[in-house]
C-alpha cells in the first residue's frame, strides 16, 4: 500500500514555486514529509496528523486532506537549497507506531 | 543532543556472509526504526523496537531481524547476505510524543554485497 507521489520530478528556477502530491489507496492516521540530499540521510521536514491540518514550515507547508487520503507539500519561492528528493511516509489505520509507508520520491532540482 | 549515529558507515560483504549493523538512538528517544533504501524500491520498512520489543515488522524475510538494548540503542542482522541485500540501511529514532512523533534519521550504513 505504498503512496503515490506526484509528480516524479520536477525543474524549477529559483523563485518559482512546487506542489508535490502524495496519495494513497488506505486510510491515513499521519503523514510525515522528508527531504533528502544526494548522498545524505533524510530530514524531517513536518508532519501532519489531522485531517484538513495544514502546517507551514518557512517557505515550505503541507496540507492533509484525510476524506481524500492525500497530502500536498507546497514550496514557494524556491530556493537552490530546495533542491533533492522529496519523501512522504504515511501511517496507515491498522498499522503502528514507527512504521512508515514511504513514496518513491519526487526529485526536485531548482536551477539559478 | 547528538544525532542518531550509525556503524559502520561503509561495509563490504560477501555473498553468504553475515552482518551486524549497530544504531544509537537520540538520547531519550524511545523507538527505533530500521529502514532499507534502494534505487529501485526506494525506502522499505524493516522492523521497528520499541523497549527492547519488535513492535512491528515490514515485508522481509527472516534473515533480516534485530534487537535492542535497554539503553535504547538497537543492532539489525542479515545473515546469508544475497546481491540484493545491497542497500543504503537507514535507522531511524522517534521519542513517540504523539503529537511530535517525527522520525530522526542517522547518515545509513552503506552495504555492498559481492
Known amino acids: 500500500q505504498q503512496p503515490v507521489q506526484s509528480p516524479q520530478a520536477v525543474i524549477l528556477r529559483e523563485g518559482e514555486d512546487a506542489v508535490i502530491n502524495c496519495s494513497s489507496s488506505?486510510?491515513?492516521?499521519?503523514v510525515h514529509w522528508y527531504r533528502q540530499k544526494h548522498g545524505e540521510a533524510p530530514v524531517f521536514l513536518m508532519i501532519?496528523?489531522?485531517?484538513?491540518e495544514q502546517k507551514g514550515h518557512e517557505k515550505i507547508s503541507a496540507s492533509f486532506n484525510e476524506k481524500k487520503q492525500q497530502s500536498s507539500l507546497y514550496l514557494t519561492a524556491s530556493q537552490l537549497s530546495y533542491s533533492g528528493t522529496y519523501f512522504c511516509?504515511?501511517?496507515?489505520?491498522?498499522?503502528?507506531?514507527?512504521?512508515?509507508?514511504f513514496g518513491k520520491g519526487t526529485k526536485l532540482s531548482v536551477k539559478p | 543532543k547528538a544525532g542518531v549515529t550509525q556503524t559502520p558507515r561503509y561495509l563490504i560483504k560477501t555473498r553468504g556472509q553475515q552482518v551486524t549493523l549497530s544504531c544509537s538512538p537520540i538520547?531519550?528517544?524511545?523507538?527505533v526504526s530500521w529502514y532499507q533504501q534502494t534505487p529501485g524500491q526506494g525506502l522499505q520498512f524493516l522492523f521497528e523496537?520499541?523497549?527492547?520489543?519488535?513492535?512491528n515488522k515490514g515485508n522481509f524475510p527472516g534473515r533480516f531481524s534485530g534487537r535492542q538494548f535497554s539503553n535504547s540503542r538497537s543492532e539489525m542482522n542479515v545473515s546469508t547476505l544475497e546481491l540484493g541485500d545491497s542497500a543504503l540501511y537507514l535507522c531511524?529514532?522517534?521519542?513517540?510524543?504523539?503529537?511530535?512523533?517525527?522520525?530522526?534519521f542517522g547518515p545509513g550504513t552503506r552495504l555492498t554485497v559481492t
Open positions: 531511524a529514532s522517534s521519542p513517540l510524543d504523539r503529537e511530535v512523533d517525527e522520525q530522526y
Open positions: 488506505k486510510a491515513l492516521y499521519s
Open positions: 501532519l496528523l489531522k485531517g484538513g
Open positions: 511516509g504515511t501511517e496507515q489505520y491498522g498499522g503502528s507506531q514507527g512504521n512508515l509507508i
Open positions: 538520547s531519550g528517544h524511545r523507538s
Open positions: 523496537y520499541f523497549s527492547e520489543t519488535q513492535r
